[in-house]
């Protein structure tokens, strides 16, 4: 069956932190995959998106995101957290119309 | 300004009465979809449409209905809502490529439905 598992529910770093959120997946083959934002009260922003390729792909506000194959994994990362960063973060995989979501993740950002 | 439009933002209802929510892209994307959020849950895909006239279900359909006769538009259809319904709703839009989702899903703002 075709699923997204985000491990940690709530994550509470300091600001100017380093920050990692990990995703797995179970898909057939290999989808495509996707890591959202979505602030409070607000709708979902693309972060960053991978297809295939260099398995390290850049997105927006300073993330990045590293696939890894063997542990069906596509965890997202920054080297330094500020507070505008406190949102819900989510992965998603998929391919043709159908995109499947991860449960969500809450970052909190400590001043 | 490139946009999903969704309509209306917030809507409480009775149990039973019909309603439809609209959705609307003005980027000529060829998918679009439904989404319902809830806490603890994430999103689910309640339906998807891969271009005019072609809808497939997503993982929660049971109560939901959808038409696509025009590429831009995609409303949702609640024939009888009931409690179990009441959710935050999204609709999403995208560019097709390799294998769909080219370009990842564009989000709409949302729609906070209560059925009481």
């Known amino acids: 069956a075709q699923s997204v598992t985000q491990p940690d529910i709530h994550i509470t770093v300091s600001e100017g932190a380093s920050l990692e959120l990990r995703c797995n997946y179970s898909y057939g083959a290999t989808p495509y995959l996707f890591w959202y934002v979505q602030s409070p009260g607000q709708g979902l922003q693309l972060l960053l998106k991978y297809f295939s390729g260099d398995t390290l792909v850049q997105g927006i506000k300073g993330f990045e995101a590293e696939f890894k194959r063997s542990q069906s994994s596509f965890n997202l990362r920054k080297p330094s957290v500020h507070w505008s960063d406190a949102a819900e973060y989510f992965c998603a995989v998929g391919a043709w119309g159908k995109l499947i979501f991860g449960q969500g993740t809450e970052l909190s950002v400590k001043p | 300004e490139a946009q999903v439009t969704q309509n209306p933002r917030y809507l409480i209802t009775v149990t039973g009465k019909k309603l439809t929510v609209t959705c609307s892209q003005n980027m000529n994307h060829e998918y679009m979809s439904w989404y319902r959020q809830d806490p603890g849950l994430g999103l689910r895909q309640i339906y998807y449409?891969?271009?005019?006239?072609?809808?497939d279900k997503g993982d929660v359909p049971e109560g939901y209905k959808v038409s696509r006769k025009e590429k831009r538009n995609f409303p949702l259809i609640l024939e009888s809502p009931s409690p179990n319904q009441t959710s935050l709703y999204f609709c999403?839009?995208?560019?097709?490529?390799?294998?769909?989702?080219?370009?990842?899903?564009?989000f709409g703002s949302g729609t906070r439905l209560t059925v009481v």
């Open positions: 449409s891969m271009n005019v006239e072609v809808t």
């Open positions: 999403a839009s995208s560019l097709s490529g390799r294998r769909g989702l080219g370009y990842g899903y564009t």
